[in-house]
């Protein structure tokens, strides 16, 4: 079956969904914005509670992975991710989501298997590039200091 360009374009066109990139974008800057201020209110907490200062940057960030996994185990995060988008994939809670979804999912095929092998999956290349990535501009930063 041969389709003109036309044809084909204007299938495409009917099967497509409309885009919602401006409420899109809307909703993932709000709810992004939210988990962050979330962050500042705990940042001020632990101030407040006169942690040194590197405390308090550490004490954010693992409250933050921690209420994350909290509530991607309750399948919570996945919902709000559904209308966030990219809000909350971007902010530490994201990477945290990214490592506990897949250890729920396959945690029946076993923890060596399952968990064990696939806990990564999604978060893994983030920390391979990451890795590489620092390491490379450290060496940079080392030759031009």
Do not use: Q, W
Not at 28 to 39: L, R, T
Not at 67 to 80: D, E, H, I, M, P
């Amino acid at each position: 079956m041969t389709v003109s360009k036309a044809t084909y374009s204007e299938m495409v066109k009917r099967a497509s969904p409309n885009s919602k990139a401006g409420i899109d974008t809307l909703k993932a800057f709000v709810i992004g914005g939210f988990i962050c201020c979330i962050g500042e209110v705990l940042r001020k907490f632990y101030e407040l509670a006169e942690f040194s200062r590197d405390d308090v940057g550490l004490l954010t960030s693992v409250t933050l992975i921690f209420l994350s996994a909290v509530l991607t185990g309750f399948g919570l995060y996945n919902r709000l991710a559904k209308h966030a988008g990219a809000g909350t994939l971007v902010p530490i809670t994201g990477f945290a989501n990214a490592v506990v979804s897949p250890a729920l999912e396959f945690k029946s095929e076993g923890y060596i298997l399952g968990v064990g092998a696939k806990i990564f999956a999604i978060s893994g290349p983030v920390i391979l590039y990451g890795i590489a990535a620092a390491f490379i501009y450290g060496v940079i930063y080392y030759f031009l200091r």
